[in-house]
């Protein structure tokens, strides 16, 4: 991707991001309710957030995906096992999985893009 590329994707998970951290205040008390207890909406985080990470960490901080993909999958692991030591939090296989999703999604993606839209030169 060119610099102007990764800034305006950057400015819209940026914008996204603000919007869904803000959305318990912007949405009526019935559909909050529905939605922020829905039990997957931990998955669906971890998932889209190691998805951005990976993102990040390849295309913006510019690290190889051979070096990003183990180097992501032991922080995944790193951060349930450490979340099984606390007291308020529990580390789950399930959201472990669901990073692993979001690191393969991003490299799904990137494989995507190369093979279909980048142009033959």
């Known amino acids: 991707m060119k610099a ?18 803000f959305a318990h205040e912007f949405l009526p008390d019935a559909l909050r309710k529905r939605i922020f207890q829905f039990p997957e909406i931990d998955t ?13 960490s390849h295309s913006v901080i510019k690290l190889s995906l051979p070096f990003c993909i ?5 922080y995944g692991a790193l951060t349930e096992i450490g979340q099984s030591f ?11 999985i669901a990073d692993v999703v979001g690191i393969s999604l991003f490299v799904l ?13």
């Open 109 to 121: 993606a990137k494989w995507l893009y190369i093979t279909l839209f980048r142009k033959n030169d």
């Open 44 to 56: 669906i985080g971890h998932l889209t957030s190691f998805f951005i990470l990976t993102w990040v």
């Open 70 to 74: 183990p180097l992501l999958i032991f």
């Open 86 to 96: 606390l007291g308020y939090r529990s580390g789950e296989l399930g959201d472990f």
């Open 4 to 21: 102007r590329q990764h800034y305006y994707f950057f400015t819209t998970v940026i914008v996204v991001s603000i919007l869904l951290l």
